[in-house]
């Protein structure tokens, strides 16, 4: 018998020193994005396709060495420049779907700064691992967002 299905909705918030259109342009630019957006210090995260618009897709490989850990497959679904994104990614590894989450993103300006929330609504689909995996990835990325802009 397939175990249960596990759910978790988490909320990530964070101030940046910096405007609301280089929060925003720190996802829609990949050299950007690709500074930022890892789970940890050990994983290398390498795309394989970039599309950042409405209806296109990301495909990224997570490497720790040259051994492939995860393959995650993003398709966007809704971006205002500046503003809002909103996506879904399904988490691969070894063939095997891990999870899939719906990730929206929500950026404002806030005094002389920008206040980005993100939010996780996952899917775990074999093992109730992946849903610390994902939150605990997206805290790490969000800290390296913020040193990377604010460098």
């Keep these: 018998m ?3 299905m596990q759910h978790r909705t988490s909320v990530l918030e964070k101030h940046f020193n910096v405007s609301p259109a280089r929060v925003f342009a720190a996802w829609a630019d990949l050299e950007q994005r690709a500074k930022w957006n890892s789970p940890s210090d050990d994983v290398v995260i ?3 396709e970039d599309d950042f618009s409405v209806g296109g897709k990301d ?3 997570c490497l720790v060495g040259d051994h492939i850990v995860a393959e995650v ?3 966007y679904h809704h971006i205002v420049a500046g503003e809002q994104i909103i996506y879904t990614e399904i988490i691969k590894s070894e063939d095997q779907v891990q999870g899939v989450s719906q990730v929206s993103v929500g950026i404002a300006p806030e005094g002389d700064g920008t206040h980005m929330v993100v939010t996780l609504q996952t899917a775990a689909v074999s093992s ?4 610390d995996e994902v939150a605990a990835g997206w805290t790490a990325a969000m800290a390296k967002m913020q040193a990377v802009l604010e460098a």
């Design 73 to 75: 497959v993003g398709v």
């Design 2 to 4: 397939t175990a249960l």
């Design 59 to 61: 495909v990224s490989l």
């Design 46 to 48: 390498r795309y394989t």
């Design 128 to 131: 109730g691992d992946i849903l």
